[in-house]
């Protein structure tokens, strides 16, 4: 979709292109770039002034990118779907098209799962003996062509992973939309990809965790027991440890979810401490504080005017340092038990971004069967999709700010 | 509440898989094969698990209420 507008200009250096896109079978973009300009030269009279130009630019090229890294979530996440519905709206797969797609297409986002660019299907993995972690099954150039041509307003046709076959099917068409999300094991291994992403997240589960999670996800199918869990989990860590950990050095914020401090020796998973890690300095982002930004707050909030049941609730917030970055981090330990305790711990926070008061609260209770609900997850998970909105809001408005000032001067 | 497996072809996939993988591994845990092999088992697990929420997602009022919120069985009154 392309939006042409015809301006007189004085200046001499007016170019012109026109984008149309020329498709590969592999989604290519060859941008075409037609000089057009006329010049009407008439006397010194002064009525027509210097060159016609028509300018013209692939929709409004104002797609904000958000990478998301995650372990076996695929646009399903819960993340995905608390992140689209702080924008407005169910997130859907596309209409019509393949029933396996991993996308999610609501009004302002769209979520591309990663595992798209597989270059190697299941068969060629396993013939290769390389996981889905290793970046020899990935196709990163395709990856940051495709990503590339979205974000400055270029249609793709996406390549589909079918995660029940194993098999890659054919291409789907994919629009650039107002925010586009890539969600995966890699959205920050590649450099170029990493540039081009306005904001980035990296979900951060400890093995204690994971393994808990995956016990309860895992021990309804036949096949599965405790010791089959493990070996995958353990058969996986080293490529998990060479290819995907070390993208959260570049996340702007990382969600770190530990076993609880609370209940000695839990393993069950269910109560959570759960830290967001905040990265400082980066554009459009404040990080959010409790109290007294920079300084170093222990705060239950329990007490006389708040009374929380067994094993009660724990915030943590400081300075730090995380790879060599400054970051600010808030710590959660401990679950909701009732409403009150979460719109009492919202009213605390600062810098969350909400439109009102008791925006977190009633997006949590929105979507009160989803896991994490009760606990940090939930609430970081929604903190983040509100802090995403705030910067996409500060994105566009400088951008278009911006041509305002041209067409002044 | 009973939790139900994944459609039987998934939850077969993942029973093979693993059966697979205890082999593959059984000769050298540290090779390729038997790395990617428990990987299979991971991906298939996720997505019998995916397909397990479909499942318990699938209510036909529900469905038919989400593109026809105005009818007689899906208002909702809140105030």
């Not at chain 1, 007490?303 to 959660?332: A, Q, W």
């Amino acid at each position: 979709m392309a939006v042409c507008s015809a301006y007189t200009t004085q200046s001499l250096n007016s170019t012109c292109s026109i984008s149309t896109p020329a498709k590969t079978h592999l989604g290519f973009h060859q941008k075409q770039v037609v000089f057009y300009r006329r010049s009407s030269k008439r006397g010194g009279s002064g009525s027509s002034s210097g060159p016609c130009v028509i300018t013209c630019s692939a929709g409004d090229s104002q797609t904000v990118v958000i990478g998301l890294a995650a372990d076996s979530g695929c646009g399903k996440s819960t993340f995905m779907r608390r992140l689209t519905s702080v924008f407005g709206g169910a997130a859907e797969p596309p209409k019509g098209g393949n029933p396996d797609s991993n996308t999610l297409i609501s009004d302002m986002t769209t979520v591309i799962c990663l595992d798209d660019y597989h270059s190697l299907d299941r068969t060629g993995r396993k013939e290769k003996g390389v996981t889905a972690l290793d970046p020899r099954a990935n196709d990163f150039d395709l990856m940051y062509e495709q990503v590339k041509a979205i974000k400055s307003g270029v249609a793709v046709d996406k390549p589909i992973y079918n995660h029940v076959t194993g098999l890659l099917d054919p291409p789907e068409l994919i629009k650039p939309p107002k925010i586009l999300v890539i969600e995966g094991l890699h959205p920050m291994f590649d450099e170029r990809v990493r540039d081009l992403l306005d904001f980035s997240i990296y979900l951060d589960i400890s093995n204690e965790v994971k393994f808990a999670w995956k016990i309860q996800r895992d021990m309804a199918e036949r096949g599965h027991s405790l010791e089959s869990i493990k070996a995958s989990i353990e058969a996986r860590k080293p490529d998990f440890d060479a290819y995907i950990d070390p993208q959260k050095k570049y996340a702007d914020a990382v969600i770190e979810v530990l076993p609880t401090q609370l209940i000695p020796d839990d393993n069950e998973g269910k109560v959570l401490r759960v830290r967001l890690i905040m990265k400082e300095g980066v554009k459009h982002f404040s990080p959010v504080y409790l109290f007294d930004e920079g300084s170093t707050v222990s705060w239950i909030p329990c007490g006389r005017k708040l009374t929380c049941s067994y094993p009660g609730i724990k915030f943590h917030y400081g300075p730090d340092t995380y790879f060599g970055n400054e970051v600010s981090i808030l710590e959660m330990d401990g679950q909701f038990d009732r409403l009150d305790e979460l719109i009492y711990v919202e009213s605390h926070l600062s810098n969350i971004s909400t439109k009102f008061y008791g925006e977190v609260t009633q997006q949590m209770l929105k979507h009160a069967d989803f896991p994490g609900s009760n606990n940090g997850t939930g609430l970081f998970q929604t903190i983040v999709g509100l802090k995403i909105r705030d910067l996409y809001e500060q994105i566009t408005s400088s951008k278009t700010a911006a041509p305002l000032e041209a067409t002044k001067a | 509440m009973q939790v139900r497996a994944a459609p039987d072809s998934l939850s077969e996939k993942v029973e093979q898989s693993i059966k697979e993988a205890q082999e593959a591994c059984s000769d050298d845990p540290a090779s390729g094969e038997c790395v990617a092999a428990w990987d299979e088992v991971e991906e298939l697990s996720a997505a019998a698990s995916h397909a397990r929420d479909r499942l318990k997602d699938n209510d036909p009022l529900e469905n038919y209420c989400k593109d026809n919120p105005e009818t007689d069985e899906c208002k909702t009154y809140d105030n």
